[in-house]
């Protein structure tokens, strides 16, 4: 079945780094644009970042770039999201999801279980 | 950066309708998708573009859009549909994409 398994968060100081991966299944991964997505504790949903089907262009939301990178392997079936500069409020939980339309509609059609970040000293 | 403004929360008696408001100029120019978030879950989608339904998502849940407002209605609300409900759009500004604020729905 389609599937989206997200892993490598933890708990780290703030500085500190993280890369989080999130396993795709069950469909052809390298045909799908994909978002990362995160909500601190008791808060919102905040779309975190986005990349296109092929890697060619990558997007991020201004409270991250230029400390967050996202990137994909398609020979792997994985997205990955490199988190640098980590700070107290980037503690949250990481959700992958993919783009359900390639050209026109807008949403998320599936998304992981999530991968926690938590910074602390 | 732009935002979407959703009221905090909403109750509904058992079995009654609701309606979900989601505000902003982004809405203008693209459809809203909508998204169920229950406790400790992942969010789900319910609705996406003018009026869409993934499989599995019951039909009373039904969105509309008029100006810069998106709306997602649920009609003969049941127990399980007590969640929070966040909106998502496209964006023109520096932020590709942008949710709203949710909503949290009580069911009475």
């Known amino acids: 079945q389609v599937q989206l398994v997200e892993s490598g968060g933890g708990v780290v100081q703030p500085g500190g780094s993280l890369r989080l991966s999130c396993a795709a299944s069950g469909f052809t991964f390298s045909s799908y644009d994909m978002h990362w997505v995160r909500q601190a504790p008791g808060k919102g949903l905040e779309w975190v970042a986005f990349i296109r089907y092929d890697g060619n262009n990558k997007y991020s939301a201004d409270s991250v770039t230029g400390r967050f990178t996202i990137s994909r392997d398609n020979s792997k079936n994985t997205l990955f999201l490199q988190v640098n500069s980590l700070r107290a409020e980037d503690t949250a939980v990481f959700y992958c999801a993919r783009r359900g339309d390639p050209d026109y509609y807008h949403y998320m059609d599936v998304w992981g279980k999530g991968t926690t970040v938590t910074v602390s000293s | 950066s732009s935002e979407l403004t959703q009221d905090p929360a909403v109750s509904v008696a058992l079995g009654q309708t609701v309606r979900i408001t989601c505000q902003g100029d982004s809405l203008r120019n693209y459809y809203a998708s909508w998204y169920q978030q229950k406790p400790g879950q992942a969010p789900v989608l319910v609705i996406y573009g003018k009026n869409n339904r993934p499989s599995g998502i019951p039909d009373r849940f039904s969105g509309s859009r008029s100006g810069n407002t998106a709306s997602l209605t649920i009609t003969g609300a049941q127990a399980e549909d007590e969640a929070d409900y966040y909106c998502?759009?496209?964006?023109?500004?520096?932020?590709?994409?942008?949710f709203g604020t949710g909503t949290k729905v009580t069911v009475l």
């Open positions: 998502n759009s496209r964006d023109s500004s520096v932020n590709l994409y942008v």
